[in-house]
């Protein structure tokens, strides 16, 4: 679940790689906007987990997010796939309006949950001022806030740095697997 929520979160240095600041009329200053927009409403949704941690108990809640890290074992390597899979993707240029409709059609029909907001539940003001208030979580929240620091500079910027030396789409894809495999080796040690 997490990688495939990666997935669709971690291709929009792919994307920026594919001329989508001209595509779209934005500009850099626009990207910063968008990807602080991004990460803080990133930081308010994790707000439900620690909620979660407090109900149940960090005891029990910690030890489950363990093992489901474990599972998804990193961030990173979605990255990597993703690139693949934009390579592959961006040879397909030249969707049309019907083929658009087929593929959200078909998106639907697999899930008709992501057609509505149905599943979405209110985090109250209380809940969140207690979620706070709980100076045991601010080591959590600490390290939330903090994790990928190092790492959010160069997965923004790095697709637009190597275009602009001068690499095609396509290449810029492949070369930026081998910077993510550096990151993940770089965190085992």
């Not at 009329?25 to 927009?37: F, P």
């Not at 987990?49 to 979660?52: M, Y």
């Given at each position: 679940m997490f990688f495939a929520l990666q997935l669709d979160r971690g291709n929009i240095s792919q994307a920026?790689?594919?001329n989508m600041l001209d595509d779209l009329?934005?500009?850099?200053?626009?990207?910063?906007?968008?990807?602080?927009?991004f990460y803080l409403t990133f930081f308010a949704a994790e707000l439900p987990?620690?909620?979660?941690s407090k109900k149940?108990?960090?005891?029990?809640?910690?030890?489950?997010?363990?093992?489901c890290w474990s599972l998804v074992v990193s961030y990173q390597t979605t990255r990597i796939i993703s690139a693949f899979m934009v390579f592959g993707i961006l040879h397909m240029r030249g969707f049309n309006e019907r083929e658009e409709k087929i593929m959200v059609n078909r998106i639907l029909r697999d899930d008709p949950g992501k057609g509505d907001m149905h599943n979405r539940q209110a985090i109250?003001?209380?809940?969140?001022?207690?979620a706070l208030k709980d100076y045991h979580m601010w080591p959590i929240y600490l390290l939330g806030?903090?994790?990928?620091l190092p790492l959010?500079?160069?997965s923004a910027y790095l697709t637009l740095q190597l275009k602009s030396a001068g690499f095609k789409t396509l290449e810029v894809n492949l070369l930026i697997i081998p910077a993510y495999l550096i990151f993940i080796v770089s965190l085992l040690f």
């Open positions: 920026l790689n594919d009329g934005l500009t850099t200053n626009d990207y910063n906007t968008g990807q602080t927009i987990s620690q909620i979660v149940i108990g960090p005891a029990n809640w910690i030890p489950v997010q363990v093992v109250t003001h209380s809940l969140l001022w207690e806030l903090s994790w990928l959010i500079p160069m």
